[in-house]
C-alpha cells in the first residue's frame, strides 16, 4: 500500500547515489590499507554508505522500487568490470608507459569481481527484505530498529560470501576469520553512527515525496520485477 503524489522528485537522485557509491566502492577496494593488526580494502570507506542508501530506498519508496534499483547497481557492476578488462586488452600507445599501473589497479581478478557482484546481490537484497518485513512487523515505528536490523544481515552475507569467495584457499583459516569479522564489525558501526542522519533523510523524502511504503502486498522474490 502506498500513499503518493503523482511524481517522485527525489527517487532517481537516491537511486543514482546509490549505484554511484556501488560502482566507486568496488573500484577503490583494490588498494588495502591497514589500522593496528586489521587489514581492509578502500571499499570499505564508502561501501557502507550503499546500505544507508538502500535503507532509504526500502523504508521510503518500497521494497518493490529497491528492487529494480539493486538489479540496476547489479547491471552496472558488470558493465564497468567489463569495460575495465576491455580497456585492459587494449595494446597501449608506445608513448604511454603505464600499463602496468593500470593492470594492477583496474585489471581486475575474475574471482574478485565475481566474490564482489555476489556479496553485493545477497547482502542488498537481503538488507532490503529485512528492511520492508521489519517495518511491517513494527507497524512503521522504531526507524533504528530496522536500518540497524537489516544491516546487521545485509552486510553480514555480504562480507562473508565475499571474503569466503574471493581469498579461500588463498589464506589462511584464521585471516579469513579475522577478516569477515573486522569488516563485519565495521560496517555495522558505521551504520549505527549514521543513524541520526538516516533519520532525518528519511524524514525529509516522506515529507517532501508524500510518500511512506508498506510492502504489504509485495512479491519478495528478487527475480519479480513487476
Known amino acids: 500500500m502506498i500513499k503518493q503524489k503523482e511524481s517522485l522528485k527525489y527517487f532517481g537522485i537516491i537511486s543514482t547515489f546509490f549505484v554511484v557509491t556501488i560502482m566507486i566502492s568496488n573500484t577503490v577496494a ?21 546500505y544507508i542508501f538502500g535503507d532509504i ?4 519508496y518500497g521494497y518493490a522500487r529497491s528492487r529494480k534499483v539493486i538489479w540496476t547497481g547489479f547491471v552496472a557492476l558488470i558493465f564497468m568490470s567489463l569495460i575495465y578488462w576491455v580497456v585492459g586488452l587494449l595494446p597501449p600507445a608506445p608513448t604511454w608507459p603505464n ?9 581486475l581478478i575474475p574471482r574478485i569481481v565475481l566474490a ?8 542488498s ?10 517495518k511491517l512487523k513494527t507497524k512503521g515505528k522504531h ?7 537489516s544491516t546487521i544481515v545485509g552486510e553480514g552475507v555480504d562480507t562473508a560470501l565475499f571474503v569466503l569467495i574471493a581469498f579461500w584457499g588463498i589464506v589462511s583459516s584464521e585471516i579469513l576469520v579475522l577478516a569477515i569479522i573486522s569488516g563485519y564489525a565495521f560496517k555495522v ?13 528519511v524524514g525529509f523524502l516522506k515529507k517532501a515525496e ?7 502486498d509485495t512479491k519478495f522474490s528478487p527475480f519479480n520485477l513487476n
Request: glycine share 10%; charged share 10%.
Open 57 to 60: 530506498l526500502t523504508e521510503v
Open 189 to 201: 558501526v558505521y551504520e549505527i553512527i549514521a543513524t541520526p542522519i538516516t533519520y532525518k533523510i
Open 143 to 149: 526507524l533504528w530498529t530496522r536500518t540497524i536490523g
Open 116 to 123: 564482489s557482484i555476489i556479496g553485493y546481490w545477497a547482502g
Open 99 to 107: 600499463q602496468e599501473a593500470y593492470a594492477a589497479i583496474l585489471g
Open 210 to 216: 508524500g510518500i511512506d511504503a508498506y510492502d504489504i
Open 125 to 134: 537484497f537481503s538488507n532490503s527484505f529485512v528492511m520492508a518485513k521489519l
Open 30 to 50: 583494490t588498494k588495502l590499507f591497514s589500522i593496528g593488526p586489521l587489514i581492509f580494502t578502500g571499499g570499505i570507506l564508502i561501501f557502507p554508505i550503499t
